[in-house]
């Protein structure tokens, strides 16, 4: 696919709502109960479903720009996977899977664990508790809707502007991977994420499809999924 001229505003457009949302998302949750503090989940599926609200609108600068400027999600991003996508997809996911437990297992024995505090998932699933039904919808928006939004934004748009500006190819798996890091907002594990983000922009680069790239992205975050179900 040829790249974007519109691929950069669409970015900003993406971020600034992501992050625009995260504020105010913050301000509802810490006001969902008395006594909740900000560093505290609360108990309400639907209060913790809003955590999926900035990045649903990462996806919105994208597909804004595609039907603006371009020619629709579909033609722009290639979007819908086909077979290949889907073989390639789930192989770069499974290898982004085996990046990111051997580089937090390397970060670990370097640093200690100490470094690393429960992952999220740990708090979300405490706040969902046994409820089957909010367990399933958070892991279709983990497994579906968040590969979709962040693809959409790192390797779409972003990806699709710097292909516009002839930025090499390997440099452009290397910034998408940032930039999926820098999302994540996960300190101890950000090397881990450059690693898994990497995997995944393999997926767009050997395809030159982000289907692909949608594919590996929700096989990354396949096992988390279940894991919700496990530590609930």
């Keep these: 696919m040829l ?21 105010l998302v913050g301000l509802v ?5 008395p006594g909740v503090g900000p560093l505290t989940v609360p108990e309400l599926g639907p209060v913790l479903l809003l955590a999926f609200v900035p990045n649903l609108l990462l996806g919105v600068g994208p597909v804004l720009g595609s039907r603006l400027w371009g020619q629709g999600p579909r033609s722009d991003y290639a979007l819908l996977p086909n077979w290949r996508d889907v073989q390639i997809g789930v192989a770069c996911g499974g290898f ?14 370097v640093y200690g664990a100490d470094e690393f505090t429960d992952s999220p998932l740990h708090g979300l699933a405490e706040g969902l508790g046994d409820d089957v039904v909010w367990l399933l919808v ?52 950000t090397l881990a994420l450059f690693g898994q983000g990497v995997a995944i922009g393999l997926a767009r680069y050997v395809t030159g499809r982000l289907g692909a790239s949608v594919v590996a992205h929700g096989t990354n975050n396949l096992p988390p999924a ?3 179900f496990l530590v609930s």
Excluded: K
């Design 3 to 23: 790249g974007t001229h519109w691929g950069l505003l669409a970015l900003f457009i993406g971020l600034g709502g992501y992050h625009l949302a995260g504020l």
């Design 29 to 33: 949750v810490t006001g969902a109960e």
């Design 96 to 109: 982004a899977l085996l990046a990111g437990y051997l580089i937090n297992l390397l970060t670990i024995t």
């Design 138 to 189: 958070f892991a279709g928006a983990l497994v579906i809707v968040a590969p979709l939004t962040e693809e959409l934004l790192v390797r779409g748009a972003l990806w699709n502007a710097l292909a516009h500006y002839r930025v090499p190819a390997w440099a452009i798996v290397v910034l998408s991977a940032v930039l999926f890091a820098y999302l994540h907002a996960e300190p101890a594990r």
């Design 226 to 228: 279940i894991l919700l």
